[in-house]
């Protein structure tokens, strides 16, 4: 059976002191970069969730302004094809969102 | 602190409420026995910090593939392949010595050979025979051992003498010291 000397303790006391330092400041500088990721989805989360509230209505209504503008002076082709385009783009998205869609999130 | 919440709570907390503390948490808990297994790999303080600190952001980012299990386990694993990855791009670069390593194995058992098993084998024994200690006991060598608050400072703070602290400190050391030769085993 090996003996371990008052000298061995303290040098493994010392080393293990040294480790958690390590540790320490390897947990330190993880956080960090965890933390500053998290504050990034934060506003990502909020810029998006701003454009869908305020980007997106202001979009539909100058588009619709446009097609009141402009619509007397087209031809009927293009007219069906002006309203055409948003009903698709509306459409695509909601089948979109209905085939990424999980109940968890 | 969340202290007693499980691994999966925690990666929960992370993912759904983008809890940072929670992270902390499970690096609290992790990290020491991935960076030892990143020391066993790496053989280098340095490099087994940064493997250390990859893995960790690294899981960080892939927390939603965790598929249960051992989280420790993972990240470990993730410190391997990071670790391997870097002694393959020392060796191309021509910073390791050794010429016959043929492939990742061999750079595994290269670092194996040149790790000094028996010191770290120590290491561990002395945390878990620390973590076996009467709370009381245990605060006494983090404050000695780890923190540097002097014996006299220690007895001040618990309202004792310096010599009733220096015989206890002794006891402890003696406990631990039968604790690390037998393996923990009593």
Known sequence: METITDYELDTLFQQSAQQHKAVEQINRQVMRTVRRDMRLKTLRKWTKLLGLCF????????????????????????????????????????????????PEV | ??????????????????????????????SLPVYNAALRLMHDEEDAAEVTQLAFIQAYKQLDSWRGG???????????????????????????????VQSTTDLADIADETYNEQREEHLLALEQAITQLPEADRQIIRWHYYDGVPLQAIAERLGQTENNIKVRLFRIRERLKKKIEHGNNN
């Open chain 2, 70 to 100: 051992d989280f420790g386990a993972w990240v470990t694993i993730i410190a391997n392949h990071i670790g391997l990855r870097l002694l393959e791009k020392e060796k191309r670069r021509g910073n390791i010595r050794f010429d016959d």
């Open chain 1, 55 to 102: 980007g997106l209505p202001v979009a539909v209504v100058l588009y619709i302004y446009a097609l009141f503008l402009f619509m007397p002076e087209m031809p009927e082709q293009l007219q069906t094809v002006c309203i055409a385009i948003p009903v698709a783009t509306v459409l695509a998205l909601a089948a979109q969102r209905l085939h990424y869609f999980s």
């Open chain 2, 1 to 30: 602190m969340k202290g007693n919440v499980s691994d999966i709570e925690l990666i929960r907390q992370v993912l759904r409420e983008n809890d940072s503390r929670a992270f902390d948490t499970l690096m609290q808990r992790y």
